[in-house]
Structures are given as C-alpha cells and as structure tokens.
C-alpha cells in the first residue's frame, strides 16, 4: 500500500514557476515508477510526466518537454515536478501516481496509487 499527497500548487502568472510535491507513505516507495497527471475543467485526465524507480530514466508528454522536470529522492520518499515557463493551457488539477510495472508509463491504468491532486492555475 502506498499513500500519496501532493503539494506546491497555486496561482501563478504566465511565464512563472511552481515546484509540485509529492509525498509516499510505504516502504515500498523506491521500487515504483511515478507519474504526474493532470485533469483541466471539462477534460480527460492526461499524462504529464514519469520517472523510473531509480530516477535514471525520465519521461514528458510533448505539451510540457523543455519547461517541466520530473525528479525523485527516494530517502525522502519525495517526487517531485518542476514547471517552468507556464502557460494558462497548464491550468489543471495535478496528481501523481505510482505504478508498480515501470512501463506503459503515459496510461493512467497503469498506475495503482493516486494523490488527492492539487491544484494550478496559470493566469494570462
């Protein structure tokens, strides 16, 4: 089992930064993939970014490559996403997960564990 809460969200104007948090309960921790998503008003949940369980490989959806950064330390139990240069399209409520296969990283179904979420709002 493994808990998840996220944190650092906010309002922010166009062209700022927010660093998102995300904290795990477990000792199990290190051995997930984690992702983050996001769900803005009236869409689908979509994949933002994943990271191995040892931090050596990362991944970004095209929308977010080049402005955000996915990292973990796991003696902290911690995940983290940097989002730089923002936009009002980044506007959603962000959440991570954890998946236990280390692959198929952009599907939601992949992950078992979710965060409340928290939320972003970039204005213009």
């Known amino acids: 089992q493994v808990q998840l809460v996220e944190s650092g969200g906010g309002l922010v104007q166009a062209g700022g930064s927010l660093r998102l948090s995300c904290a795990a309960s477990g000792r199990t921790f290190s051995t997930y993939m984690m992702g983050w998503f996001r769900r803005a008003p009236g869409k689908e949940r979509e994949y933002v970014a994943a990271?191995?369980?040892?931090?050596?490989?990362?991944y970004y959806a095209d929308s977010v490559k080049g402005r955000f950064t996915i990292s973990r330390d796991n003696a902290k139990n911690t995940v983290y996403l940097q989002m730089n240069s923002l936009e009002p399209e980044d506007t959603a409520v962000y959440s991570c997960?954890?998946?236990?296969?280390?692959?198929?990283?952009?599907?939601?179904?992949?992950?078992?564990?979710w965060g409340q979420g928290t939320q972003v709002t970039v204005s213009s």
């Open positions: 997960g954890a998946n236990p296969r280390d692959n198929y990283y952009w599907r939601e179904s992949a992950y078992d564990y």
């Open positions: 990271i191995t369980w040892g931090g050596g490989s990362t």
